[in-house]
């Protein structure tokens, strides 16, 4: 019997510092965590476990953003910086062609919907299980058809014989049963969805102190390619304006 041989080829980040750098996103200069992206492959029982710096990453300090830069790239970091230092410090440690950084303590509309879009990207990344709710709307539409297969049944509409009631119901009750099934599965995925999106973007806005009015005046600005944070902002909203009447 010949051995069994396993190929596995992962990536890791190292991380090296820190960058001054124009984010795409926050439409503004910000701090970026720099990491080496290494490439790590196992041959198991004919070759070691070898390495392989394959590129850069680079992650925004806001709105966690990641660029990837090519090998070779040539780029300068300070693995000493911190936020304490400010960021002109970094700027002009690790990108001085950047000149002169405005440092206003304000946060801008961009970096706002810089983060909406940053939680639209984690939650199209999270699996939801649907599972749950396609059982639950199985029930129900299996009930409902049921329900409907009589009625037509007793009405006189089904095209049955008037003795003959179980076909129709059988019949309505599984179409009831498989629309049931998908409309509680996306029913409960939006659901489950909504919830992570909250939790993410209330972590944005623990860290960052953002308040939901302003980041819904800057939703209702420009909201192209955020639009399913919207029912989560208003619920939000609606919970502060219902907090500040109850103190």
């Known amino acids: 019997m010949s051995p069994l041989i396993i190929y596995e080829k992962k990536f890791r980040l190292e991380s090296k510092g820190w960058i001054a750098y124009r984010c795409p996103n926050c439409e503004k200069v910000q701090p970026f965590m720099c990491a080496d992206n290494v490439r790590t492959e196992h041959l198991y029982y004919v070759l070691d476990v070898t390495e392989k710096k394959v590129g850069e990453v680079l992650t925004c300090g806001f709105c966690l953003m990641s660029l990837s830069l090519e090998k070779g790239t040539t780029i300068k970091v300070d693995p000493d910086w911190t936020p304490e230092d400010g960021l002109q410090v970094l700027a002009d440690r690790t990108n001085p062609e950047l000149g002169r950084i405005e440092t206003d303590s304000g946060r801008t509309d961009a970096e706002r919907r810089a983060v909406m879009r940053a939680v639209c990207a984690a939650a199209s990344t999270l699996t939801t299980e649907a599972g749950p709710g396609m059982g639950l709307g199985a029930l129900a539409g299996a009930g409902l058809g049921t329900l409907v297969g009589w009625g037509f049944h007793a009405t006189g509409w089904s095209g049955y014989p008037q003795e003959d009631m179980f076909k129709p119901m059988v019949i309505a009750g599984a179409v009831g049963l498989a629309?049931?099934?998908?409309v509680g599965a996306w029913l409960?995925?939006?659901?489950?969805t909504r919830k992570l999106m909250r939790k993410v973007l209330r972590e944005f806005m623990e860290r960052h102190d953002l308040d939901p009015e302003k980041l819904w005046n800057a939703y209702c600005a420009d909201s192209e390619g955020i639009q399913k944070i919207a029912p989560v902002l208003e619920a939000?909203?609606?919970?502060?304006?219902?907090?500040?009447f109850d103190g």
Request: glycine residues 12%.
């Open 188 to 192: 409960w995925g939006r659901r489950r």
């Open 179 to 182: 629309l049931g099934a998908l």
């Open 236 to 244: 939000m909203r609606s919970e502060r304006s219902s907090d500040s």
